[in-house]
């Protein structure tokens, strides 16, 4: 079993920045892909971001490629994603999730084990 909590949401003004962290526990993280997904109002969960077990690969959403960063320290269990250029968008809850089987990257959230609770974040014009 793993626990997920993501922390780091808050109201930030239209492109500015925020840092959210994801700190698991329960079991190493190390062997897993992470990632990052979003919620808005009224609207399905989407992909935002991956990385693989050892952080040598990442994939991002068009949506955030080139102002979304994703990472991951694995001696301390947590997982980030820092936030740059943010817009109106971008408001969404953010959930961290984990996926059990190696070597792959995926992008729909049914592939995905384990999950936060999401931490909201909201960008004001």
């Known amino acids: 079993q793993v626990q997920l909590v993501e922390s780091g949401g808050g109201l930030v003004q239209a492109g500015g920045s925020l840092s959210l962290s994801c700190a698991a526990s329960g079991r190493p993280i190390s062997s897993f892909t992470m990632g990052w997904f979003r919620q808005a109002p009224g609207k399905e969960r989407e992909f935002v971001a991956t990385?693989?077990?050892?952080?040598?690969?990442?994939y991002y959403a068009d949506s955030v490629k080139g102002r979304f960063t994703i990472s991951r320290d694995n001696a301390k269990s947590e997982v980030y994603l820092q936030m740059n250029s943010l817009k109106p968008e971008d408001t969404a809850v953010y959930y961290c999730?984990?996926?059990?089987?190696?070597?792959?990257?995926?992008?729909?959230?049914?592939?995905?084990?384990?999950w936060g609770q999401g931490t909201r974040v909201t960008v004001s014009s």
């Open positions: 990385i693989s077990w050892n952080g040598g690969s990442t």
């Open positions: 999730a984990l996926d059990l089987q190696y070597g792959r990257l995926p992008v729909h959230s049914s592939e995905y084990h384990y």
